[in-house]
């Protein structure tokens, strides 16, 4: 059986919808599992697609995935901007990795410009809102 596509997702993700509309949409995050979902089916890929409030799950699931799947789409939300563990925990990835944000964090507030993930990834697809899923199913 073919490995499916990690999509892991960071904390405050579970809000989509309600949590900073202006920013963020009116999409949930299951909206966004339809997406990339829908993208993968199309490719014959498969996904497994996962959301945590807790860093240290997040970091298991990163290190989970250098088996059990054929590549990583994350959206690890604030902890992009703030966690060394999930940087290292991405650098021991042989697999693609891409980094995913619905909004375009190099447009937001100085914070956000710095991101961990970045240096551990092969791209970053950001400022699509839920569809940025889909791109980083395709890419």
């Known amino acids: 059986m073919a490995k499916p596509i990690f999509i892991l997702n960071g904390p405050n993700l579970n809000l ?5 509309p202006h920013i963020y949409g009116s999409a949930t995050l299951e909206d966004a599992q339809t997406v990339a979902r829908s993208r993968a089916a199309a490719l014959g890929e498969t ?4 959301q945590t409030n807790h860093e240290g799950v997040l970091v298991d699931w990163i290190q989970e995935a250098r088996l059990s799947a054929k590549a990583l789409v994350i959206n690890a939300a604030a902890l992009t901007h703030t966690s060394l563990a999930v940087h290292d ?12 944000h619905l909004s375009n964090p190099a447009a937001r507030e ?17 400022g699509f809102g839920i569809h940025s899923y889909a791109l980083a199913v395709e890419a």
């Open 47 to 50: 996904i497994e697609f996962r």
């Open 89 to 100: 925990a991405l650098k021991a990835l042989s697999i693609p990795v891409v980094e995913c």
């Open 16 to 20: 989509l919808g309600v949590r900073e």
């Open 110 to 126: 100085p914070v956000r410009h710095v991101s961990f993930v970045a240096s551990a990834a092969r791209g970053v697809i950001a």
